[in-house]
Each structure stands twice: as C-alpha cells, then as structure tokens.
C-alpha cells in the first residue's frame, strides 16, 4: 500500500460547482499535510498547508481527519483555471522527507 | 529573486553516457531535495541534503549520486545512464522542514 494514496480522476466539474476529493495517509505519525497545485509540464506550487484539523483559504478548504486518516480538499465555485493537478503532501515524524500522493487531476469545464 | 534554478531544462543522453544536474536556490534555505517525476507515480524521492556537506538517500536513490559542497547548490549525478531514468526531474529547497519546499522548474531528461 502506498503512504499516501489518491483518487487520479479526473474530475470533471461545471464552472461554478463546487468539487471535493480526498487523500489517504498510512502513516499515523504523520506530523503535516500540505496540498500543492501541479499545472501541465509544470513545478508544483503550494496551495495550502494542513497542521491541525483544517484551513481555509479563499475558496480552497482543506480538512484534516486524524481518526480516519484522511484529507481532504474542496474547492467551492471552481473556476477554469483551477483545472490542474492536485497532489496531497504528508510530512512524517521524522520530518526531514515529504512523500507526495499520486495526485488527482481535476478539469473544469464551461 | 530567482528562487530555485534548475539547470538544463532538457536533455537527452544515450544509454551509458554521464551527466549532471545543477540546482541552486538564493533563498538560503538549509534542506534541498531531488525528485523524479514518472506518470501515475507521483513525485519520488531521490536523494536530500539537510546542509552543506550532507547527503542522505531517499526512497529510489539507486544509479544517482549527489554532492552538496555549497549551500546553495546541490547537484545530481547519472554515471552511466539508462533507459529507466528517463524522467522530469525536480529540485526543491526549505528553510525549516516544518515549512513547505520551493520547487525549481524541472528538468526533462530523455535517456535513448
């Protein structure tokens, strides 16, 4: 099983509609999650970091489920530029290495 | 500010031919990492540097080598290339591993 694991997709969302997916992680130890933006042939860019149960940031909310061991990121009246790759980041205990998921691509279409 | 510089941005090698990958960041950041990047895989592992002089082995470090003489460099080694390495490969840097990494912008290599 790998340490953390996503749904690829695609998920195919009408302008507007909001779209939410989620993460798992195997590792309980794990301190911090980060979701990071993937575009095309493109760098990963950090879109939010998860320390405690949760953050919010514009229309990205991000949630963090210890029990389950689960993340989960929504996006709320998504917009065509949101059509990228989003990949679930977790930080173990240890601290110095990040392991990244597989990444679950999403398309916003008119 | 340039952040973190991935030098080449492409390359192909053939099979058996040496190379090396330069990244360097300007942000002063202690931790710098190598990824490579293959579809559905996700992001892996490559090698990491805690600080200067430091290496330390990730989870496919296998047929790479690493050297961190400077801080703000940190360069990654192919000896003799193979087909399975062909890859984008990314460079990141962190100041404080609690922080998110700065990512460079990849490096496509094409091994023939």
């Known amino acids: 099983r790998k340490e953390v694991e996503q749904d690829p997709g695609p998920f195919n969302v009408p302008e507007g509609a909001t779209v939410a997916f989620n993460c798992t992680y195997s590792?309980?130890?794990?301190?911090?999650f980060f979701w990071y933006r993937q575009d095309c042939r493109k760098e990963p860019k950090l879109l939010m970091s998860?320390?405690?149960s949760g953050n919010e940031d514009g229309r990205f909310t991000a949630q963090l489920n210890r029990a389950s061991q689960y993340i989960s990121l929504l996006i709320r009246d998504s917009k065509l530029s949101d059509s990228a790759t989003y990949l679930c980041?977790?930080?173990?205990?240890?601290?110095?290495?990040?392991?990244f998921g597989g990444g679950t691509r999403v398309l916003v279409k008119p | 500010n340039a952040g973190v510089t991935q030098t080449p941005k492409f390359r192909v090698l053939k099979t058996g031919q040496s190379m090396t990958l330069l990244c360097a960041q300007d942000m002063n950041h202690e931790y710098m990492y190598w990824y490579r990047q293959d579809p559905g895989m996700g992001l892996r592992l490559i090698h990491y540097?805690?600080?200067?002089?430091?290496?330390a082995k990730g989870e496919v470090p296998d047929g790479y080598n690493v050297s961190r003489l400077k801080k703000q460099n940190f360069l990654l080694g192919l000896e003799s290339a193979a087909p399975s390495q062909t890859s984008v490969y990314f460079c990141a840097s962190t100041q404080d591993f609690n922080q998110p990494q700065h990512f460079g912008d990849g490096t496509r290599l094409s091994i023939l």
């Open positions: 540097s805690v600080g200067e002089g430091t290496t």
């Open positions: 998860v320390y405690s």
């Open positions: 980041v977790s930080r173990g205990a240890a601290g110095n290495k990040l392991t």
């Open positions: 590792n309980s130890a794990s301190q911090s």
